[in-house]
């Protein structure tokens, strides 16, 4: 029990300071025949002594990001370009939470800024947050994104210690959110589940609480008709 309790802290804490130096844009960009590029750019915490990300998927160096989204049985080749990354310090009067007299835990952190190329976009499933699933018919491409829970659903029995921080944990969240992008030509036609879209743009937020208050998979479909 004490173990279980130890867990949910260290996790509260960690989106903590997540929600308080993280930030993440993923755009998309459509061209005629659904190739295109992805544009990618985080702010992540990094350690105050070795300068590097304290979130292991998302990596600052760009030859280890070129490794993670290379990842797997079958070796992408997936290359980076554009790749930009500059260390920022975090200024501590502006740090939710942190006591005068006692400093931020991370003071510093990267923003990181680069693009893919894809001739079809389901082979960057694994390279982009969530799982990637695509399916194209001639001028038709259905999208789906799938994100799993932070965290399982809270026992009814648990005791009252982890439901104080389960809920202090969702409170600490706030309304940070995972902001989605994606760019089609204008003679195109798109529907989807969730987010808002216009004339050749989709726009979709992620709640980051929605990781924690509802358990399971969480998807996002969308699709594209592009007319000649």
């Not at 009252?160 to 202090?168: D, L, N, T, Y």
Request: net charge positive; with cysteine; proline share 4%.
């Amino acid at each position: 029990m004490v173990f279980r309790i130890l867990h949910f802290f260290l996790l509260g804490f960690l989106l903590f300071v997540v929600s308080n130096c993280f930030e993440y844009e993923e755009t998309i960009h459509f061209k005629k025949g659904f190739s295109g590029y992805v544009e990618i750019i985080y702010t992540v915490p990094v350690h105050p002594k070795t300068e590097k990300s304290l979130i292991r998927f998302l990596p600052i160096n760009k030859d280890d990001i070129e490794t993670r989204i290379n990842k797997g049985f079958f070796n992408k080749n997936i290359k980076v370009k554009d790749f930009t990354m500059a260390i920022i310090d975090i200024d501590a009067n502006s740090w939710t939470g942190t006591n005068i007299n006692s400093p931020p835990l991370f003071t510093k952190k990267a923003r990181v800024q680069y693009k893919v190329d894809f001739t079809d976009l389901g082979t960057l499933d694994g390279a982009l947050l969530g799982y990637l699933l695509v399916k194209r018919k001639g001028n038709v491409i259905n999208v789906r994104r799938e994100f799993k829970s932070v965290l399982k659903a809270i026992d009814q029995d648990s005791s009252s210690g982890e439901k104080k921080i389960r809920a202090e944990t969702t409170r600490l969240l706030g309304e940070g959110s995972v902001l989605f992008k994606v760019e089609f030509p204008a003679n195109s036609e798109c529907k989807s589940n969730r987010g808002e879209w216009t004339t050749g743009n989709l726009i979709y937020k992620l709640p980051l609480v929605d990781t924690i208050e509802k358990p399971g998979l969480k998807s996002w479909d969308y699709s594209i008709i592009i007319y000649n």
